[in-house]
């Protein structure tokens, strides 16, 4: 099981950009989804995540600008990501709660993160 993310880059302040997360492999079921971010010399921390069934919990500081969705057909999740701020720069990260088909236990799987600059 994998997680390939895709979608960072360099945007101005008040930009937009999407990012996509395709989970692959020997996969049996996704619980939840999400998004994580780390900034230089700081830690980790929770951006979004999204339930399997669509139930969503946002970090304050993006509320009203990040939209989290997902595609459970496509195991994949997406970050819409709208007035960005040069503070919103950092390496994000996906996340999945996912039961290998030859695993009895749900566990935590990482993407390899993308980088988003806010930057004008």
């Known amino acids: 099981v994998q997680l390939q993310a895709s979608g960072g880059g360099l945007v101005q302040p008040g930009g937009s950009l999407r990012l996509s997360c395709a989970a692959s492999?020997?996969?049996?079921?996704?619980?939840?989804m999400g998004w994580h971010r780390q900034a230089p010399g700081k830690q980790r921390e929770l951006v979004a995540i999204?339930?399997?069934?669509?139930?969503?919990n946002y970090a304050d500081f993006v509320k009203g600008r990040f939209t989290i969705s997902r595609d459970n057909a496509k195991n994949t999740v997406y970050l819409q990501m709208n007035s960005l701020k040069p503070e919103d720069t950092a390496v994000y990260f996906c996340?999945?709660?996912?039961?290998?088909?030859?695993?009895?236990?749900?566990?935590?799987?990482w993407g390899q993160g993308t980088l988003v600059t806010v930057s004008s």
């Open positions: 996340y999945g709660g996912i039961r290998d088909s030859r695993q009895l236990r749900f566990d935590d799987y």
């Open positions: 492999g020997t996969i049996y079921s996704i619980n939840a």
């Open positions: 999204i339930s399997k069934s669509g139930r969503i």
